[in-house]
């Protein structure tokens, strides 16, 4: 007999599938899916599973249907991180050491050697492989490539020359997220913490201390008349400093800073923070103001002096009143300055009062802060002594002013902190110059991305906002880097290729991955590639032979059907992509679509290999097999929701496909007649397979493992209870194993290899046809009888339970006609508020009088109960009940032990049997 062992049909299953996957332009349609290759940098953990067990399902199941499937893997290994990562191994940091060999499981003698960068590539690259195929992924593995690999290389060349003869890179001067550590730009994948933070230009308020200045950075300079004071922490060093020669009093964070933004800076003398409290400085605009004490005040946050402004900035009208309510600083009153509509006077007490505020550190803060800057930039005005003009112009006013009269300059800061380098160190803000940029700033360019993406299927289609929001926001991006892995940038060879602008076009080099390699990478012009992608011929092309077959590879695959990734790639990665696309490809070489994912949290807490959070993919294989693995993943969630991992509930995963192979094993070689609810298993086993296809179709795995799995699960066992006594099931049950097995093989393709060989299937079932549903065989009017009679079982069970007394008999009494008229008139009607008056008259059911109007209330109540797909046929025609029941009358008392009785609500004496509706009949029990 054969047991269920999952580890035995993973063995199985790899030796039959080692080349299967290997895909081949065909006569067949194709369809071509691939997701955001890894950067193998650690293990994999059951995050990642999802991200590429979803796309497997995807690709097995348009195999199934007919498609020629092309699913290929390559590996990411462009950028610093890894360069990083050998440095702290080399100097034996304890945090790396820990991730690496405890967390990741890297024997000693390998992690010896990740001293070497590309030693680590290598290692996680096969590991990455050796897992991938563990659970299954149908991928192509011929096609597999690292970005470092020189054929690539000549590829990125290419790429980049198109990009440049368009007008899209180019050299300039710009503020960027900078490691002074690794002396590089960061870009979001270099980044630990603050992988959202972007760079905001400030204006720097020079208020004068004596002969020095005390720099406040400001986005609200027009808000420099409501100035009551200056914050500063007492406990806070801060330095004067010479700042292009003049003195200013910053944080040494800051002077740092500036020395980055093009400044010359000179650090003088040190000055406490508590020897500026109570002094006054000045400022033309606002006159005199005194330094008060605040502990909020971040010396790590631009200047790390504050400007208060207490009418219209709820920290600072906190920060005052709490000083206020110690009885300091009475005298000091907000002085408001922009009238807004729906506040009142002082927009900042009002907006913090109406919340119920009470402490500076309230989490809700910053949201407050928000909608107040958002209300007076959109809608304030300021007050007619402050020369009348609406926010939005006055600001750029009186920051022009300032910039020109008054001493101020530009600062550039993050949006949020901490913004955190791989290497641990802070990230800050510096101007570089000479440094090439991707000019997705250009509006021409944008629209280009824009035109593209209305014609693109995206899933889910909430994305859509996301993608046009990114597009629209995007500003130019520094595209190399000095240090790292990866192509050198083909017009300053001194820099690299920065790791998100070389992994854009690459799922066209998977087309000829496999077949490019036969040409030495010195023969790889920019000319090779322009005719295998765009079919430009030139003279003097090598190798025409081969050319002219990757040129039919690339035409047969590209477009991609569908690319997918996380969620949080849409700001950066998945949009970057559509931008180097529109540049080279023609129209009908564009991406067709994309999903995108939500994110995965284990046991409620996000994922995270650097805060320890995760369950390595390989030790969840190994505990709970691959088919476990992959179907809990795609059944706890929709692929764009985000995911838990709770081991208890994955379990229960593996027992329900415990349960599903042994019933098959089972079931498999009945050979009975069919039974009258043959008819009703066959039914639901059509409405399955057509739920499920149309549920892959739309990429819901969740949905699809509902109705393939649970969905057969259930049916069957009402199937045998319904089997009259002493039968087995018919011969229908051994096309529903076969059903079943295919139906569930995308999701669980170890168990259904094992099973389809069971099943005497013909080949691998990975290629075996998808069922079909056929429309002939659903019969909605069995379907309803049976559905009516396991709710009145429910119904039965449920009263049984209630009144704890061991029956004698029961009675089903049944609705009389005139309320199945009723049923019907307000199931079919379209207004069920004026539907009971329209009932009411009729003079039959005047006569009836409250008994009437009692079961059409009765009636609507139900009818908003009962779900759609039973309301819906109950409204074309009533069941016939009592013919139901007294067909199942044996079936019933098989099942309650007691004699079943079928009568008429109105020949039965009882009272109960008034409350009897259609498809709710009373039930007795005596
Ligand atoms: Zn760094």
């Given at each position: 007999m054969s047991e269920f062992d999952p580890g035995r049909f993973e063995e199985e299953a790899q030796e039959k599938w080692e080349h299967a996957f290997e895909s081949n332009p065909s006569d067949l349609e194709k369809y071509y899916l691939n997701v955001a290759f890894p950067y193998p940098s650690g293990a994999m953990h059951v995050g990642h599973g999802r991200t590429y067990i979803v796309p497997d399902v995807v690709a097995r199941f348009w195999r199934m249907r007919g498609k020629q499937v092309l699913y290929p893997m390559a590996f990411h290994v462009t950028g610093a991180p890894v360069i990083g990562i050998s440095k702290r191994i080399a100097r034996k940091d304890p945090k790396t050491i820990h991730l690496y060999r405890d967390l990741y499981k890297v024997p000693q003698n390998v992690l010896d050697e990740f001293v070497d960068p590309l030693t680590i590539v290598n290692h996680f690259a096969r590991e990455y492989q050796r897992v991938m195929t563990a659970c299954g992924l149908s991928i192509d593995w011929r096609r597999r490539f690292i970005t470092i690999d020189p054929t690539y290389s000549r590829f990125i060349e290419w790429q980049w020359k198109h990009l440049y003869e368009a007008g899209h890179v180019i050299k300039g001067v710009h503020p960027v997220r900078y490691c002074t550590v690794d002396d590089n730009p960061v870009g979001d994948h270099d980044l630990l913490e603050g992988d959202k933070a972007e760079v905001i230009k400030f204006t720097l308020v020079m208020f004068r201390y004596g002969t020095a200045f005390i720099p406040t950075a400001t986005l609200r300079p027009e808000t420099i008349h409501g100035v009551t004071n200056l914050w500063a922490s007492p406990d806070v060093t801060y330095v004067k400093a010479l700042?292009?020669?003049?003195?200013?009093?910053?944080?040494?964070?800051?002077?740092?800073?500036?020395?980055?933004?093009?400044?010359?800076?000179?650090?003088?003398?040190?000055?406490?923070?508590s020897d500026l409290i109570d002094k006054t400085v000045s400022h033309p605009l606002c006159g005199e103001v005194p330094i008060l004490p605040a502990n909020f005040v971040d010396p790590d946050m631009a200047s790390g002096m504050v400007m208060s402004v207490p009418a219209h900035a709820p920290f600072d009208y906190i920060a005052l009143r709490d000083l206020q309510q110690q009885g300091k600083y009475t005298q000091i009153k907000p002085i408001p300055l922009i009238k807004v509509e729906g506040y009142g006077e002082v927009p900042a007490q009002d907006a913090v009062e109406r919340a119920g505020i009470t402490n500076q550190m309230d989490t809700r803060m910053e949201a407050l802060t928000q909608e107040i800057y958002s209300a007076e930039f959109s809608k304030g005005k300021l007050f007619p002594e402050y020369g009348g003009k609406p926010v939005r112009v006055a600001r750029d006013d009186v920051a022009a002013l300032m910039n020109e009269k008054?001493?101020?300059?530009?600062?550039?800061?993050?949006d949020v902190r901490p913004v955190v380098c791989r290497c641990g160190n802070k990230v800050k803000v510096k101007i570089l110059h000479d440094q090439w940029f991707l000019k997705y700033s250009d509006p021409e360019w944008k629209k280009e991305v824009s035109d593209h993406l209305q014609d693109m299927a995206l899933v889910p289609p909430e994305v859509r906002v996301e993608f046009d929001r990114t597009v629209d926001w995007l500003k130019d991006w520094a595209c190399t880097r000095r240090v790292g892995l990866g192509t050198r940038f083909p017009w300053d060879t001194t820099q690299l290729i920065e790791p998100l602008s070389d992994s854009t076009v690459y799922m066209a080099y998977y087309t000829i991955a496999h077949k490019i390699r036969e040409i030495e990478p010195k023969y790889l012009t920019p000319e090779v590639f322009d005719y295998i992608f765009l079919g430009k011929k030139s003279p003097?092309?090598?190798?025409?032979?081969k050319l002219d077959v990757m040129r039919q590879e690339f035409l047969y695959w590209y477009p991609y059907n569908f690319r997918f990734s996380a969620k949080d790639l849409i700001s950066n990665h998945l949009t970057f992509q559509l931008f180097h696309h529109v540049t080279i490809f023609p129209k009908d070489k564009l991406p067709l679509g994309m999903v995108v994912f939500g994110m995965g949290l284990l046991n409620g807490a996000k994922m995270s290999s650097s805060k320890g959070n995760v369950f390595l993919l390989e030790d969840a294989v190994n505990e709970f097999g691959a088919d476990t693995v992959r179907m809990f993943l795609m059944g706890s969630a929709e692929p764009w929701q985000d995911f838990d991992w709770r081991n208890e509930l994955v379990i229960s995963t593996k027992k329900q496909i415990e349960r599903f192979y042994n019933t098959v094993i089972d079931a498999k070689d009945a050979r009975g007649e069919p039974h009258d609810i043959d008819r009703w298993l066959v039914s639901r086993l059509q409405e399955h397979i057509e739920r499920t296809t149309t549920a892959l179709e739309n990429f819901q795995t969740r949905q699809a493992l509902q109705e393939s799995s649970f969905g057969i699960e259930v049916d069957l066992k009402w199937y045998r209870r319904r089997l009259p006594e002493g039968c087995d099931g018919s011969r229908e049950l051994a096309t529903l194993c076969s059903v079943w097995t295919r139906l569930l093989a995308p999701f669980i393709p170890f168990t259904a290899e094992h099973l389809w060989h069971e099943l005497a299937g013909e080949g691998l079932v990975s290629f075996a046809p998808w069922p079909v549903a056929d429309r002939s065989l659903v019969n909605a009017r069995i379907e309803l009888a049976e559905e009516l009679l396991s709710r009145t079982v429910e119904d039965i069970e449920s009263i049984k339970k209630l009144i704890q007394l061991t029956p004698k008999s029961i009675t089903i009494s049944l609705a009389p006609e005139w309320k199945h008229e009723?049923?019907?008139?307000?199931a079919r009607s379209t207004d069920r508020n004026t539907v009971i008056k329209e009932i009411m008259k009729d003079d039959a059911m005047k006569k009836r009088g409250r008994e009437a109007t009692d079961a059409a209330k009765q009636c609507t109540t139900l009818i908003h109960r009962l779900p759609p797909h039973i309301v819906g046929p109950l409204a074309q025609e009533p069941v016939n009940e009592r013919l139901v029941f007294e067909s199942a009358q044996a079936f019933l008392e098989k099942e309650f032990g007691v004699p079943v009785h079928i009568t008429g609500a109105e020949t039965s004496g009882h009272a109960k049997a008034a409350m009897a509706l259609p498809f709710k009949p009373a039930i007795i029990i005596e």
């Open positions: 700042v292009d020669g003049k003195a200013w009093i910053i944080s040494r964070e800051a002077a740092e800073k500036l020395e980055l933004q093009d400044h010359t800076v000179e650090i003088k003398e040190e000055i406490s923070g008054y001493d101020s300059v530009v600062m550039y800061e993050f003097d092309l090598p190798e025409r032979k009723i049923f019907t008139t307000i």
